[in-house]
């Protein structure tokens, strides 16, 4: 172990580089205050325990950082690896979960019947907007929320159900 002395000017951050690069624990014992009559023993004293002292490199403190980095860096990579792992599954649950909506007998859903015996099943038609999203047939969630939106279909247009979504936001 080093021991640098400061009397007069503290050990300057060159010095304190090429310490730490040389791997050298070092400590920096602060002198200055202390009077120049002082006697040997009081010099011992303030040497030996009294003196305030600081650490410029620590080689046990700096392996023990470099582990712990070393440590949360693995865990890290764990951490992101198993979050990794459960999207791959959450979308392949979710991809088997449309395709058996998609093959379902849609035409059995009591939403579906309702719209349709209400006359408006061309309302189910047209684009899948939001295929991707739901994990039950298009047109028995686009006949839910018909029901859910208007009790009675007379009049229902495609612009009167947008209307009713910005009204409920």
Same mark, same amino acid.
């Given at each position: 172990?080093?021991?640098?002395?400061?009397?007069? =000017?503290?050990c $300057?951050?060159?010095?304190?580089? @090429?310490?730490?690069?040389? $791997?050298? /624990?070092?400590v920096?014992?602060?002198?200055?205050?202390? /009077?120049? +009559?002082?006697?040997?023993?009081?010099? +011992?004293e303030?040497?030996l %325990? /009294?003196? &305030?002292?600081?650490?410029?490199?620590? #080689?046990?403190a700096?392996?023990a #950082?470099?582990?712990?980095?070393?440590?949360?860096? #693995?865990q890290?990579?764990?951490?992101?690896e @198993?979050?990794?792992s459960q999207?791959?599954?959450l979308?392949? +649950?979710?991809?088997?979960? #449309?395709?058996?909506?998609? %093959?379902s007998?849609?035409?059995? /859903?009591?939403? !579906?019947?309702?719209?349709?015996?209400? *006359?408006? $099943?061309?309302?189910?038609? *047209? &684009?899948p907007?939001g295929?991707g999203?739901f994990t039950?047939h &298009?047109k !028995?969630?686009?006949?839910a929320?018909? $029901? +859910?939106m208007?009790p =009675?279909?007379?009049g229902?247009? &495609?612009?009167?159900?947008i209307?009713?979504?910005?009204?409920r936001?």
């Open positions: 172990m080093q021991v640098e002395v400061y009397v007069t =000017h503290r $300057g951050p060159e010095k304190r580089a @090429r310490i730490a690069g040389a $791997g050298v /624990s070092a920096e014992i602060d002198l200055s205050a202390l /009077s120049r +009559d002082t006697t040997i023993a009081g010099l +011992d303030a040497i %325990t /009294s003196a &305030p002292r600081e650490w410029i490199y620590n #080689r046990k700096a392996q #950082r470099n582990e712990l980095a070393r440590i949360a860096k #693995r890290a990579a764990a951490a992101e @198993r979050r990794l999207i791959e599954k979308k392949a +649950d979710y991809a088997s979960a #449309r395709r058996k909506a998609l %093959t007998n849609w035409k059995e /859903s009591p939403q !579906v019947q309702a719209v349709t015996a209400a *006359g408006d $099943g061309a309302l189910l038609d *047209g &684009p907007v295929e999203y039950i &298009p !028995v969630w686009k006949a929320l018909l $029901g +859910d208007v =009675h279909y007379l229902v247009t &495609p612009f009167s159900v209307g009713e979504f910005r009204k936001g």
